[in-house]
């Protein structure tokens, strides 16, 4: 995952959307996982996003409608709808019974979710501790990308998490431009935040 051109904030971000993934029980890392671990994160460029209501909360909602999640996450939906299992009536029973986004957090809770500490982010996107391997999905490679070109834009030579954020605003593949959409925001909105901020620091 290009280890050695991420600053160390954004090594935090990359291993930190991976565990999404994993506690989402998707079989990828793809873009919305990088999306939700930028809206979580400290640093500046997750506060602009948290501040435009991309929050992590809001496109942990949009993952989960959009790819299914939790316990549900690795689940084929055509398959279940096949034998007669609506997957979205299920969950909305549970949430009714227990309360929203309770089968999220049976995810976080399980006692199977990997334990990931000690990860180098060297093995993101390959053989992870006890072997669990993401092959990149649809956005996860291409924000990646975009990332080092905008550090490289800027003359470094490793990208941050600014970087980071700015190259997944110029995705248009998977799940990350739909996401934003149902939140009502703009990529180009918030890469210009982004920019502002960081001019503003200087």
């Known amino acids: 995952m290009m280890a050695g051109h991420m600053t160390p904030d954004a090594r935090a971000v990359a291993i930190c959307a991976y565990e999404h993934a994993i506690r989402l029980g998707h079989r990828y890392l793809g873009g919305e996982h ?15 996003l948290r501040d435009h209501g991309v929050t992590p909360e809001r496109v942990g909602d949009e993952i989960v409608r959009l790819a299914g999640g939790a316990l549900f996450g690795g ?31 049976a995810g976080q809770a399980s ?20 072997g669990a391997f993401l092959p990149h999905g649809p956005g996860a490679g291409q924000s990646l990308g975009n990332a080092l070109g905008e550090a490289q834009a800027r003359h470094v030579t490793q ?3 600014e970087h980071l954020a700015l190259g997944l605003l110029a995705v248009d593949e998977g799940l990350v431009p739909p996401i934003l959409s ?21």
Do not use: K, M, N, W
């Open 182 to 202: 149902a939140l009502g925001v703009s990529a180009p909105a918030l890469r210009a935040a982004i920019l502002d901020h960081y001019r503003q620091a200087g």
């Open 75 to 105: 689940l084929d939906r055509d398959a279940l709808a096949a034998i007669g299992i609506d997957v979205g009536a299920v969950r909305a029973r549970i949430e009714a019974s227990f309360a929203p986004g309770a089968l999220i957090q």
């Open 34 to 48: 990088f999306l939700l671990a930028l809206a979580s994160a400290d640093q500046p460029a997750g506060a602009v």
């Open 159 to 161: 990208f941050s998490t």
């Open 111 to 130: 006692p199977l979710r990997p334990r990931l500490v000690g990860l180098t982010p060297r093995r993101i996107s390959g053989a992870g501790r006890d």
